[in-house]
């Protein structure tokens, strides 16, 4: 029998199939829902505690209360100022140890490294749970990427080969190859809103969202739902490339059926096909 899980839950809708996927399944689990990250309709009337994103102490506390032996980490976070933080004994932890002047990826993987070795808990991956949701290799819909597009491809995969080491962002957007937008803190859509005012002309850009390499693949999985393409539509985009295997999409579905109805592309494809040395851990 499966252990009790703990699901800590960022925005977005993904706490909320987190919790079906229980439900359906029968088993246990708790939800740490973090105080202005969370959204209340996705948690519902699931068993759950808010907790404020710098009480750490709290959480830990709650989460063995309610004997939880595996977490998972269920969507993004926004990265709070640290006055905002207000951190408790157990969070500044972190912070001592330097995890908040990282990226995203070296804070996540010490934060996995600290829960697993220091608390106990077992940190496992939304991809091990929700497998239906990983996008497969090949083409997700009806369109396809045209010549000028793939160069726009190979093109992004380069930059965030290089930016993605430097642990900055999963996302670029590329037109005729010259780089219109890098994702930095403040997250794809808003990187995308950003190239509603750039134009480059041609074939519209493609987005290119990836892992980092080296990337932690149990928390900061990339991910694309109708919000993606609806977002990449009113920018002026063409199409979007993501890593198969390695890339959730949610609300599947519904992601698909409004790319072809928009005329977006969405492709699943290898980076290491592109960079023999791009490993995701």
């Not at 009480?55 to 209360?65: H, N, V």
């Not at 996302?171 to 803190?185: D, G, I, K, P, R």
């Amino acid at each position: 029998m499966a252990v009790k899980l703990g699901i800590l839950a960022g925005s977005g809708s993904l706490p909320a199939k987190l919790i079906d996927f229980c439900k359906q399944t029968d088993r246990e689990y708790f939800v740490i829902a973090f105080e202005d990250q969370a959204d209340p309709k996705m948690i519902g009337e699931a068993p759950h505690s808010w907790v404020r994103l710098g009480a750490a102490g709290e959480a830990l506390k709650r989460l063995r209360e309610e004997c939880c032996k595996e977490l998972v980490l269920a969507g993004p976070i926004k990265r709070p100022s640290l006055s905002n933080l207000r951190p408790d004994r157990r969070a500044a932890k972190f912070i001592s140890k330097g995890f908040f002047s990282k990226g995203d990826d070296g804070l996540l993987s010490g934060i996995i490294k600290s829960l697993e070795e220091e608390e106990g808990f077992k940190v496992v991956g939304v991809d091990s749970l929700l497998s239906e949701l990983i996008a497969g290799p090949g083409i997700l819909g009806v369109h396809f990427p045209n010549n000028d597009q793939e160069l726009d491809i190979v093109r992004g995969i380069e930059v965030l080969y290089k930016t993605g080491s430097l642990d900055i962002g999963q996302s670029v957007v590329v037109s005729q190859e010259v780089v219109l937008a890098v994702e930095a803190a403040e997250g794809t859509e808003e990187m995308l809103i950003r190239c509603k005012s750039i134009s480059n002309g041609g074939n519209g850009g493609v987005l290119i969202k990836l892992p980092k390499p080296g990337q932690e693949k149990r928390v900061d999985m990339p991910a694309i739902g109708p919000r993606t393409v609806q977002k990449a539509k009113e920018s002026g985009l063409s199409g979007i490339a993501i890593a198969a295997n390695l890339t959730l999409v949610i609300e599947a579905e519904k992601t698909i059926e409004l790319a072809n109805k928009e005329g977006i592309f969405i492709v699943g494809l290898n980076p290491n096909d592109y960079k023999a040395d791009y490993v995701i851990d």
